[in-house]
């Protein structure tokens, strides 16, 4: 993992919620647990739409007994 030192303004109340929010101590370790949330919120996002590309066609329907109560 590459570091680097970005002086930039932070909305204090915002990074105390953060903190409150990931359960850490320092600006710093905030700062990287919240860019580390958003990116991994982002894989997530994207794995879900691959599962609803997937569900759309039909690629789920041999595990469900009674399809027609399941689809749109």
Same mark, same amino acid.
């Given at each position: !993992?590459? !570091? ?11 990074? /105390?919620?953060?903190? /409150?929010?990931?359960?850490? #101590?320092?600006?710093? +370790? ?6 580390? /949330? ?5 894989? $997530?996002?994207?794995?879900? %739409? $691959?599962?609803?590309?997937? %569900? +759309?066609?039909? +690629?789920? +329907?041999?595990?469900?007994?009674? #399809? %027609? %109560?399941? $689809?749109?």
């Amino acid at each position: !993992m590459t !570091m680097v030192k970005t002086p930039i303004e932070i909305d204090q109340e915002a990074l /105390e919620s953060a903190a /409150e929010v990931l359960g850490t #101590k320092t600006k710093k +370790d905030t700062v990287n647990a919240a860019l580390r /949330e958003v990116s991994q919120r982002l894989v $997530r996002q994207r794995a879900l %739409a $691959r599962l609803a590309e997937m %569900a +759309d066609r039909g +690629d789920f +329907d041999e595990f469900i007994g009674n #399809k %027609a %109560a399941y $689809r749109r």
